[in-house]
């Protein structure tokens, strides 16, 4: 299984970018899919999941602002961030039940 995040990017604060996260191989359907990110000189933290029911949980500190979605037909998952702050700014991986990992996305929110 591969995972290719993308979508990352420099913006500023107040505004919006939406992460997709494609899978491509062979694989069963995974129990979870989620949204991780690591800052800068940081350990790498959970940020959203949804689960294969879709059920979606967020981190406190993204609640209200950001969406998790999944697209079947496409094998991708996405997160909508809206609304960004420049503490959202890290690396975003994807994780498939946290066995398989994308390569991140960098995403950069300052003035």
């Known amino acids: 299984v591969q995972l290719q995040a993308s979508g990352g990017g420099s913006v500023q604060p107040g505004e919006s970018l939406r992460l997709s996260c494609a899978a491509s191989g062979v694989f069963l359907s995974p129990n979870y899919m989620a949204w991780y990110r690591q800052a800068p000189g940081e350990q790498r933290e959970w940020v959203a999941t949804?689960?294969?029911?879709?059920?979606?949980h967020y981190v406190d500190s993204v609640k209200g602002r950001s969406t998790i979605s999944r697209d079947n037909t496409k094998n991708t998952i996405y997160l909508q961030m809206n609304s960004l702050k420049p503490e959202d700014t890290g690396v975003y991986y994807c994780s498939y039940d946290e066995r398989y990992w994308g390569q991140g996305t960098q995403v950069t929110v300052s003035t």
């Open positions: 949804i689960s294969i029911r879709g059920d979606l």
